[in-house]
């Protein structure tokens, strides 16, 4: 038996129902912007490896301080320890985000930093005697899979079976260019009650929602009235941190600032399980009392994990480096172009971009949805032309590590071209 046809023995996917999936290709390398599976055929990762990898796989550099981590110190509890990597982490993304950021709480992926983010945001109105219990988000937001960012996620398909244990949110319409008043007027009525305990959002773009994008002065807008009433922010940058807007966060994009951010993926460059919840003084204080209760009772085993520690000062390292922001720079410049080459098929539409993402819709004769049929066709499209853009329902997008060559991303973006070819003809 080959690894494909073990893994099918013994292994159950994420988001794949197991009786028609095809097997799952065997990777066994990477390199650059490229995976290379087991018989040795290249691909190129157009997408990160769900939006994780910023400078490329196995890189060399964050190999190597993973490596001198593991074996100086692989892990330790982190209730009444610390431990230099976790500290330097910190004291380096304080030192990236805005002033009034104070405080870094670890946790290992981007749903518990999201779990953390509401947590922090309940709890801060708990511990002041006011307890609030409503959180806003928007309609197709996506915050993870755990209970709580599955509730102020849009309900959908996924959530269902689930729906009678997620707890109330207000849900907002996801912003398009044309319902921002209308969408501020909701917003500001939602504010007016005085309940809401919080607004959590992905800054810019809702990500699986279907690479949706709207504007930082919607964004600016939203935090005044939230502001004016009191409401805790939580910028869910787990998608978007890290350049993928152009901008170290997508929130730097912002004149105002979130109490609370939510951050993973690229933290560790993709290589390793980390998040991390940020939060201001204003939070922080409620909870730094001689009262044990007002306690952030909140913890996993890997918190702060050294070895991924290691992995996310490595990768900041990288981030400091001319190369990275010019790679930045040239992508978004190379998708400029391609938007004027494409935006002549009348199969495509809605085509959008926010620094390194590139989004567009092909348009289908049936409703849109993560299940429309034309989603499996352009996943074989691409996966035979060894190109991983794997799409949310007819939604194709590129936000690839920034390492990849300007000759793979011409690959990428004729195949595209030659999938909207042979879709019309
Ligand atoms: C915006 C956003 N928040 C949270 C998550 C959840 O992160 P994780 O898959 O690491 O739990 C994701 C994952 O795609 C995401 O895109």
């Not at 152009?246 to 390793?272: E, Q, V």
């Not at 209760?293 to 996310?312: D, E, Q, R, V, W």
Request: with cysteine; proline share 4%.
């Amino acid at each position: 038996m080959n690894l494909s046809e073990r893994d099918q023995q013994v292994v159950w996917h994420p988001f794949t129902q197991m009786k028609t999936a095809a097997p799952s290709i065997a990777i066994a390398r990477g390199s650059g912007a490229c995976l290379y599976d087991d018989k040795g055929l290249k691909y190129i990762d157009a997408i990160a490896s769900w939006w994780t990898n910023t400078h490329g796989h196995a890189h060399p550099y964050i190999a190597k301080m993973i490596s001198e981590q593991a074996s100086t110190l692989e892990h330790v509890i982190f209730a009444d320890f610390t431990h230099e990597p976790a500290v330097r982490l910190a004291e380096r993304l304080l030192g990236k985000l805005p002033a009034e950021q104070a405080r870094v709480f670890y946790t290992d992926n981007g749903s518990t930093s999201v779990e953390v983010g509401l947590k922090m945001c309940f709890q801060y109105w708990f511990n002041i005697d006011q307890p609030k219990k409503k959180i806003i988000a928007f309609k197709d937001a996506y915050h993870g899979d755990t209970f709580g960012a599955m509730s102020v996620g849009g309900r959908n398909p996924f959530s269902e079976p689930f729906a009678p244990f997620l707890f109330d949110v207000e849900f907002v319409d996801t912003p398009t260019k044309e319902n921002e008043v209308t969408i501020l007027e909701h917003f500001t009525k939602l504010a007016e009650t005085g309940e809401i305990a919080g607004f959590i959002f992905e800054p810019l773009i809702l990500g699986s929602g279907g690479m949706l994008m709207y504007s930082a002065k919607l964004l600016d807008q939203l935090f005044e009235i939230c502001s004016k009433h009191n409401i805790i922010t939580i910028a869910d940058e787990v998608m978007v941190g890290f350049y993928r807007t152009g901008k170290f966060f997508a929130t730097d994009h912002c004149k105002n600032k979130p109490d609370i951010y939510c951050l993973s993926k690229g933290l560790t460059g993709g290589t390793m399980a980390l998040g991390v919840t940020t939060c201001n003084s204003k939070i922080y204080d409620a909870f730094y009392s001689d009262n044990k209760l007002k306690t952030l009772f909140h913890g996993h085993s890997f918190t702060a994990n050294p070895i991924a520690c290691a992995a996310a000062l490595a990768s900041l390292d990288l981030f400091e480096e001319n190369e990275t922001i010019s790679n930045i720079q040239r992508i978004i410049n190379q998708h400029d172009k391609f938007i004027e080459k494409i935006s002549i098929y009348p199969n495509v539409r809605n085509i959008r971009q926010t620094g390194v993402i590139l989004a567009l819709d092909i348009v289908t004769e049936t409703e849109t949805s993560y299940f429309n049929s034309v989603r499996d066709q352009i996943w074989k499209f691409f996966i035979s032309k060894r190109i991983i853009l794997r799409p949310l329902g007819n939604t194709i997008y590129i936000l690839p590590p920034y390492c990849i060559t300007v000759e793979e991303m011409e690959v990428v973006y004729q195949a595209i071209i030659d999938f909207v070819t042979e879709l019309s003809n």
